[in-house]
T-cell receptor, first 110, second 113 residues
């Protein structure tokens, strides 16, 4: 069964304190791993797509990386406006369905 | 840029009442989806429509029906609401079902008493 597990559930950082969020997955025939950002009271907003181990994508202070078992979302020198819930999702080859993790809620304090 | 528009944003129902959530997208996308989001459960797919004229069950379809009215619109109906259907509902669209780049609406918060 395809599964996605995100850790930690919640993360508090001081402004400028870099860290990483983890997304571990079990899927047959990965067809893509996707990161989303969700602000309170809003719908998720797409950030990145990763397809193969070793691939990296960057956007401002965020960098997503992928291995055969997990993905990391690295946040460099975060700012308060980076506070949000970050969701990871995978699409497996067998079912083709998109499976979402439960998310990591990031709070960045000034 | 409207993107994906959902109505209503908030709704309170009594057990047994019915209602329809409306969704429209203006991006000429082929595929549309209905998800529910509950604390600790993540986003779960209720129904989806790969293309105009088709609908399929997702992970949690029981108690719901959908209609793909045309390419732009995809509605979700609760025929007899139950407290277990209290949730935040999101409509999303994408160019196709093989992409993971979905565009979400802002959500509809439903409470069933």
């Amino acid at each position: 069964e395809d599964q996605v597990t995100q850790s930690p559930e919640a993360l508090r950082l001081q402004e400028g304190e870099s860290s990483s969020l983890n997304c571990s997955y079990t899927v047959s025939g990965l067809r893509g791993l996707f990161w989303y950002r969700q602000d309170p009271g809003k719908g998720p907003e797409f950030l990145f797509t990763l397809y193969s181990a070793g691939e990296e994508k960057e956007k401002e202070r965020l960098k997503a990386t992928l291995t055969k078992k997990e993905s990391f979302l690295h946040i460099t020198a975060p700012k308060p406006e980076d506070s949000a819930t970050y969701l990871c999702a995978v699409r497996g080859g067998n079912t083709g369905k998109l499976i979402f993790g439960q998310g990591t809620t990031l709070q960045v304090k000034p | 840029n409207a993107g994906v528009t959902q109505t209503p944003k908030f709704q309170v129902l009594k057990t047994g009442q019915s209602m329809t959530l409306q969704c429209a997208q203006d991006m000429n996308h082929n595929s549309m989806y209905w998800y529910r989001q509950d604390p600790g459960m993540g986003l779960r797919l209720i129904y989806y429509s790969a293309s105009e004229g088709t609908t399929d069950k997702g992970e949690v379809p029981n108690g719901y029906n959908v209609s793909r009215l045309n390419k732009r619109e995809f509605s979700l109906r609760l025929e007899s609401a139950a407290p277990s259907q209290t949730s935040v509902y999101f409509c999303a669209s994408s160019s196709g079902t093989t992409t993971g780049e979905l565009f979400f609406g802002e959500g509809s918060r439903l409470t069933v008493l």
